[in-house]
């Protein structure tokens, strides 16, 4: 990915945190993904007084881009918190697992840029979630 695409991945990640709902955490994030045919994807985290509930960024952008009908073809993600500031964001196991499950669809393994202020993390998907489970362990 050339440097002027990852900057506009993670300035719509950066914007989509803007609008992130996290009374409880104080910690807005935003994901951004990116898909082969130039289609880009946000969420932002959602908390709820109910903390289970709450969902993370790349849960929301993941499920808008299947609610769109988009199966397979995510070649990247940047994830941002809007209060990360030495150490870079990464996504949790659950978003890493639900980001693979989109993954598989197209049998792809996305960039992951991983942001803080001073720094992006470059690290494949299969790198984070290694030995994934997947569809393919279903019986």
């Given at each position: 990915?050339?440097?002027e695409?990852?900057?506009e991945?993670?300035?719509?990640?950066?914007?989509?945190?803007?609008?992130?709902?996290?009374?409880?955490?104080d910690?807005?994030?935003?994901?951004?993904l990116?898909?082969?045919?130039?289609a880009?994807?946000?969420?932002c985290?959602?908390?709820n007084?109910?903390?289970?509930?709450?969902?993370?960024?790349?849960?929301?952008?993941v499920?808008?881009?299947?609610?769109?009908?988009?199966r397979?073809?995510?070649v990247?993600?940047?994830?941002?918190?809007l209060?990360a500031?030495?150490?870079p964001?990464?996504?949790c196991?659950?978003?890493?697992?639900?980001l693979?499950?989109?993954?598989?669809?197209?049998?792809?393994n996305?960039?992951?840029l991983?942001?803080s202020?001073?720094?992006v993390?470059?690290?494949a998907?299969?790198?984070?979630?290694?030995?994934a489970?997947?569809?393919?362990h279903?019986?």
């Amino acid at each position: 990915m050339d440097h002027e695409r990852e900057a506009e991945l993670i300035a719509a990640a950066y914007a989509a945190a803007e609008h992130a709902y996290a009374p409880y955490s104080d910690y807005p994030v935003g994901a951004a993904l990116l898909f082969d045919d130039g289609a880009v994807i946000t969420g932002c985290n959602v908390e709820n007084a109910s903390y289970g509930l709450a969902l993370c960024a790349e849960t929301v952008a993941v499920a808008k881009a299947l609610a769109e009908g988009r199966r397979g073809g995510l070649v990247a993600v940047a994830v941002v918190g809007l209060k990360a500031d030495k150490e870079p964001i990464t996504p949790c196991g659950r978003c890493r697992q639900v980001l693979n499950e989109v993954a598989a669809l197209g049998s792809t393994n996305p960039l992951v840029l991983c942001v803080s202020k001073d720094d992006v993390r470059r690290v494949a998907l299969s790198a984070l979630l290694p030995h994934a489970f997947g569809p393919g362990h279903l019986g």
